[in-house]
């Protein structure tokens, strides 16, 4: 909304380039009219789907979920890289977690996990298959993504292609043991 807003106003005002109304809705105090700087700076702050506050919540919930799924890595003593160790390496596209010694479940073999604190339907899915998993993939191998609130089921089409989905954090992985002879 203050986006349409500040395009209409400004193009009777001046012929203001995209990225300077871009750098004003990012900044409303750049804007020279005060009462709409104050408009477009309320709207922005009060919208509830895509303003500052909801994705510093979204950031929040992801984060707590990927500190959940560390707890329950280091509890069932996975040896594993997270993101900030792998950038660290040089990587630029990471998963949330790379199993150093790979794990089996439901009979695929795990490389990676991704947690996602997010419901996965048809369209969010297809675009993190293209913008992440699928490179994931090609350079991992096989991996496992938890959606934390769900999925729809028949999302989960490549498991034989090696990407499995999952609700929660599985309890029937199976581990490379060593036995004493």
């Known amino acids: 909304m203050p986006n349409i807003i500040l395009r209409k106003r400004l193009k009777v005002i001046t012929r203001a380039s995209k990225s300077v109304i871009n750098s004003m809705l990012r900044d409303p105090?750049?804007?020279?009219?005060?009462?709409?700087?104050?408009?477009?700076?309320?709207?922005?702050?009060?919208?509830?789907?895509?303003?500052?506050?909801?994705?510093?919540?979204?950031?929040?919930?992801?984060?707590?979920?990927?500190?959940?799924?560390?707890?329950?890595?280091?509890?069932?003593?996975?040896?594993?890289?997270?993101?900030?160790?792998?950038?660290?390496?040089g990587y630029d596209k990471t998963p949330d977690f790379i199993l150093q010694v790979p794990v089996a479940v439901e009979?695929?073999?795990?490389?990676?996990?991704?947690?996602?604190?997010?419901?996965?339907?048809?369209?969010?899915?297809?675009?993190?298959?293209h913008?992440?998993?699928?490179?994931?993939?090609?350079?991992?191998?096989?991996?496992?993504?938890?959606?934390?609130?769900?999925?729809i089921q028949e999302l989960d089409c490549n498991r034989e292609r090696g990407i499995l989905l999952q609700a929660c954090f599985p309890t029937n992985i199976v581990t490379l043991c060593h036995s004493t002879a």
């Open 29 to 89: 105090s750049q804007i020279p009219d005060g009462v709409l700087a104050n408009q477009v700076y309320q709207c922005i702050v009060n919208d509830c789907c895509y303003g500052p506050l909801v994705d510093c919540i979204k950031h929040a919930i992801g984060h707590e979920h990927e500190v959940l799924l560390r707890d329950l890595l280091l509890e069932k003593n996975l040896s594993f890289l997270d993101e900030d160790q792998l950038r660290a390496k």
């Open 107 to 129: 009979g695929h073999i795990i490389h990676w996990i991704e947690s996602k604190a997010s419901f996965g339907d048809e369209c969010s899915h297809h675009a993190y298959l």
């Open 131 to 151: 913008d992440q998993f699928w490179s994931y993939w090609n350079r991992f191998g096989p991996g496992l993504v938890i959606y934390w609130y769900g999925f």
